[in-house]
């Protein structure tokens, strides 16, 4: 029996206090990882507030984990104890469904999420499927990957899943802890890339992380002189903007990828999509063969989050860094 030391949230809003449990048996294919790093994404804020209206109690939050293997189910032989590995947003998969059986894990209908149900990362242990658990690549610190088996590979997906050319222009929206990695990501591609920002402070920050060009995200005339120009706008904003001004900034055929959860139905005409014969579509983080594809092309490229760090016992305070707009540009707990 793995006794489990973790923080939790117990109602909506809530500070995490001190949480334990018992993990039972291991399951032939599960994995128990001991938990080195892990990053905060702003999905933990919204499940922490029930923002997204699925979030069960006592929640630990935790989806960007980094550790190393401490026990392994009987069926499991391409893990062992001691391996350095990842985990994010989902930790088990049907496997034997369309979707799993095409690659595409991450939309399987019965994908478990690591904080839906079951307990996350922000704690000594976490138990998943082996399927869902990715080894980290030679050339990554550990205490820097983790960012990448959320933020990272929810900004790596619509640039692999849509076949994004290294000729292409493309721009992200939003520069924290997804947008940050997404400037990194693109340049590394060899697109060129924008950065759409509503913060004057990261316009320079953003250039030095890849970006050949800074807008400001909240300026109709700026967007606007930027009409026809991408071929890919990835947005990590959580909140609603000029969407058809963004519409109007892709080139004919371009795209317009969500990632960002935004709570209000996105308001879009469909002119400027049918001229152009534009798309919109959005995506859930990524299956795991992309997520291995995803480190190495990180540890290839030098492609790192950057990152403020807090010991797990001030949890609290690495979430209100967070909540507060300042984090530069993704916080992540220690093990203490
Ligand atoms: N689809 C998925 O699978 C998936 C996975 C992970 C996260 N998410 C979602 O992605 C979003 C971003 O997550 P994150 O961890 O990157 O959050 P974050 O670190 O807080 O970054 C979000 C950025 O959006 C911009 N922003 C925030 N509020 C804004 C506003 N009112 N107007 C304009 N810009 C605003 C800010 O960038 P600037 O300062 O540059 O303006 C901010 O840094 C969240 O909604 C999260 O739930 C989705
Ligand atoms: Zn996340
Ligand atoms: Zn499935």
């Not at 983790?146 to 997906?157: E, H, K, S």
Request: aromatic share 6%; proline share 5%.
């Amino acid at each position: 029996m793995t006794h489990v030391n973790a923080w939790a949230a117990t109602e909506a809003g809530s500070a995490l206090t001190r949480f334990d449990y018992d993990l039972g048996p291991i399951g032939a294919d599960e994995v128990d990882i001991a938990v080195d790093h892990c990053g905060i994404c702003h999905s933990d804020l919204s499940m922490i507030d029930n923002a997204f209206g699925m979030s069960q109690y006592p929640l630990v939050p935790g989806h960007e984990v980094v550790g190393r293997i401490a026990a392994t189910g009987d069926g499991v032989c391409h893990l062992k104890v001691g391996d350095r590995v990842g985990l994010g947003w989902q930790s088990g998969y049907c496997m034997h469904c369309a979707q799993c059986m095409t690659g595409h894990h991450n939309t399987c209908p019965e994908a478990a999420s690591t904080i839906i149900g079951r307990h996350g990362g922000f704690a000594d242990t976490v138990r998943a499927q082996s399927a869902s658990v990715i080894p980290l690549p030679e050339g990554l610190d550990a205490a820097e990957a983790g960012p990448l088996f959320c933020g990272g590979i929810t900004v790596f997906n619509p640039m692999d899943l849509h076949g994004l050319m290294p000729t292409d222009r493309a721009a992200v929206i939003g520069i924290g802890g997804l947008g940050h990695i997404a400037i990194q990501f693109l340049r590394a591609w060899g697109c060129e890339v924008t950065a759409f920002t509503s913060s004057d402070g990261k316009a320079q920050e953003a250039r030095d992380l890849g970006a050949h060009n800074v807008i400001n995200s909240r300026d109709p005339a700026a967007i606007g002189a930027a009409a026809g120009q991408f071929d890919l706008i990835i947005s990590t904003v959580g909140a609603s903007l000029d969407w058809n001004a963004y519409a109007n900034a892709l080139s004919p055929r371009g795209r317009l990828h969500f990632v960002g959860v935004v709570a209000e139905p996105i308001a879009l005409s469909l002119f400027p999509l049918l001229f152009g014969e534009r798309s919109v579509s959005s995506s859930p983080a990524g299956p795991p063969a992309m997520i291995a594809r995803m480190l190495d092309f990180a540890a290839r490229h030098d492609v790192a989050p950057v990152t403020e760090h807090f010991p797990m016992s001030r949890v609290n305070e690495a979430l209100d860094r967070l909540r507060s707009g300042g984090a530069r540009y993704r916080v992540v707990l220690d093990r203490d």
